[in-house]
């Protein structure tokens, strides 16, 4: 449902830029960083660039049409935008349409493939692949690709240029009740016979060993993605393309078909409403302590803290046949650009307070529990799970999921696949019958 929002002006706690045109002015960010914001180690410390001006003057009113496609975090960050935007350029609105990616994302942008793309498009990294080979996204200016870490460029960039700004990420594993492994004595399980042991510990003392929200399909497609870049995807990168030239099969794959097996194993060891169960009422559970670990993304930090600020939580690699799984890293929030907007002057504007308003940044990162893919710019929220990922960092173990999304794409491809696997674990089609249908959609399971 679209949405006009009415401009509000910020106080003064704001930095803003007195200019009518995009940039100009102020730090090398365009906004006053906190002094002990620590540069991130991939950038050695170096700041962005900021020219003189990063676009012409916006001196007519102009309205910006924007299609969101929003994870389960990102509800309202809509509203932090425009209140920063209108702060510094006051004569430019944003009409928000925001959708939610799993379910309406590609629907919405194949409809506007009609009939004209919206200015602005929010999505995730992976669409960049889907939709910039069509020609119908425009290059994002360097300007504000600088302001942000380099490895935000490398799966957005096509042929030499790129058409995606990735502005923060997520973080996807296994999470644990630390608590409850350390009154318990488990240690993180770094194989299939370690995960077994803590499961039959758990049974034995009546701790439900996941949490899971198997009534959302788009939480079985995401673990599915997750098996399989462990067990699938790690050991043979083209994969995706060898099942397009027929030359690997789920039904003959063993290696896929243990990452959909993994999906019985949390089914055969979560509570038994696990298909009425919603996301929220899941994460509660966890939190709780009536179920030791979740199978999940970053996107259930929100609820962990919303629900208990002083949970403590960690964070490992589902373990995979071979003992050698990495912690999976999602760039998350996308901004693309249509090719044929007549606003391009008004887009870089929108370009510039999202990579230039620290602020704003801090904001939408504490709010969305989310990494920063901004140079010099860190949330300030408490997350415990933090320890875990330096760790898997420190010693090169976390592997860019976007590798698995743009060979088996999600829309038409791992999303139908899920809706298979759900009617397998539920008794209404057999194991045999989800390989086939996966099968039987090669054609739809890339973006090209």
Not at 245 to 254: K, L, N, P, R
Not at 292 to 305: C, D, P, R, T
Not at 345 to 359: F, K, P, S
């Amino acid at each position: 449902m679209k949405k006009k929002l009415i401009s509000l002006m910020l106080g003064t706690t704001m930095v803003v830029s007195a200019l009518t045109g995009c940039g100009g002015g102020g730090d090398a960010a365009g906004g006053s960083a906190p002094a002990e914001t620590p540069a991130p180690a991939e950038n050695g410390g170096e700041t962005a660039d900021a020219t003189e001006n990063a676009g012409s003057d916006v001196s007519e009113p102009v309205t910006l049409t924007v299609l969101a496609g929003q994870s389960t975090t990102d509800a309202g960050i809509e509203d932090m935008i425009d209140e920063a935007l209108a702060a510094q350029y006051p004569n430019i609105t944003l009409e928000w349409e925001c959708v939610d990616w799993g379910n309406d994302f590609q629907p919405k942008m194949q409809q506007y493939m009609q009939s004209g793309l919206p200015d602005i498009m929010i999505g995730k990294a992976q669409d960049v692949a889907t939709y910039a080979p069509q020609g119908i996204l425009g290059e994002i200016d360097a300007m504000y690709l600088d302001r942000g870490l380099d490895a935000a460029r490398e799966n957005v960039t096509i042929d030499g240029k790129t058409y995606g700004l990735v502005y923060n990420a997520l973080y996807q594993g296994v999470y644990y009740n630390k608590t409850m492994f350390a009154e318990n004595g488990w240690e993180i399980p770094r194989t299939q016979e370690d995960l077994q042991a803590i499961i039959d510990d758990c049974k034995a003392k009546g701790i439900t060993p996941f949490a899971s929200h198997m009534v959302d399909t788009w939480s079985i497609g995401n673990v599915t993605m997750q098996f399989m870049m462990n067990d699938v995807f790690n050991h043979d990168p083209a994969w995706g393309d060898k099942f397009r030239a027929g030359e690997v099969s789920f039904s003959d794959d063993q290696a896929a078909q243990t990452a959909y097996q993994y999906n019985q194993l949390i089914f055969d060891n979560t509570y038994p409403e696990t298909f009425s169960t919603e996301q929220t009422d899941c994460d509660a559970k966890m939190v709780l302590g009536e179920a030791a670990m979740k199978v999940s993304g970053s996107w259930s930090i929100q609820n962990f803290l919303d629900i208990d600020e002083s949970f403590d939580f960690g964070i490992f690699p589902f373990p995979n046949q071979t003992g050698d799984s990495k912690l999976i890293f999602e760039p998350n929030i996308t901004i693309m650009t249509s090719a044929d907007s007549e606003h391009q002057d008004a887009i870089n504007c929108v370009l510039d307070v999202l990579t230039g308003n620290q602020e704003l940044a801090v904001e939408i990162y504490d709010y969305t529990k989310t990494a920063s893919m901004l140079k010099d710019v860190s949330p300030t929220f408490t997350n415990p799970s933090q320890a875990d990922i330096d760790k898997y960092a420190a010693d090169g173990m976390i592997v860019d999921v976007t590798l698995g999304n743009n060979q088996l794409v999600w829309g038409g491809f791992q999303e139908e696949n899920a809706k298979d696997i759900a009617a397998w674990l539920q008794g209404d089609a057999s194991f045999e019958d989800a390989l086939k249908a996966s099968d039987g959609r090669v054609g739809t399971s890339s973006a090209n």
